[in-house]
């Protein structure tokens, strides 16, 4: 089972910036991010394939959120700009073997899961 590590999250003000990583033990295959606030379920943030080549973005965080990944370091990251008190949750990197499984419908037992890293935005 592949090891998934975040880091990069931490307490910012209202429209600041933030840049998770995630980084992986095997193969980089499909990649995402997902996130969860207290009591709520888990959301789906963003997705990019294997290539890199295709990302997705769930439509809270388009235009404000950009996923990269950079092969070389097996890592995938998350550039957050614009973060709002609403953006705070436990944000989660995800990793599936297939791109669509990445995104929601779906299940997420279908997907290999890091520890996750807070981030928390102050008004």
């Known amino acids: 089972q592949v090891r998934l590590v975040e880091s990069g999250g931490g307490l910012v003000q209202a429209g600041d910036s933030l840049k998770l990583s995630c980084t992986t033990s095997?193969?980089?295959?499909?990649m995402g991010w997902w996130r969860q606030a207290p009591g709520k379920e888990r959301d789906f943030v963003a997705a990019?394939?294997?290539?890199?080549?295709?990302?997705y973005y769930a439509d809270s965080v388009k235009g404000r959120f950009t996923i990269s990944k950079d092969g070389v370091k097996n890592s995938m990251y998350l550039q957050m700009n614009r973060l709002q008190p609403g953006d705070t949750a436990v944000y989660y990197c995800?990793?599936?073997?297939?791109?669509?499984?990445?995104?929601?419908?779906?299940?997420?037992?279908?997907?290999?899961w890091g520890q996750g890293t807070q981030v928390t935005v102050s008004s």
């Open positions: 995800a990793t599936a073997t297939s791109f669509r499984t990445l995104i929601p419908p779906t299940d997420l037992g279908d997907m290999d």
């Open positions: 095997g193969e980089m295959l499909n």
């Open positions: 990019i394939s294997w290539s890199g080549a295709s990302t």
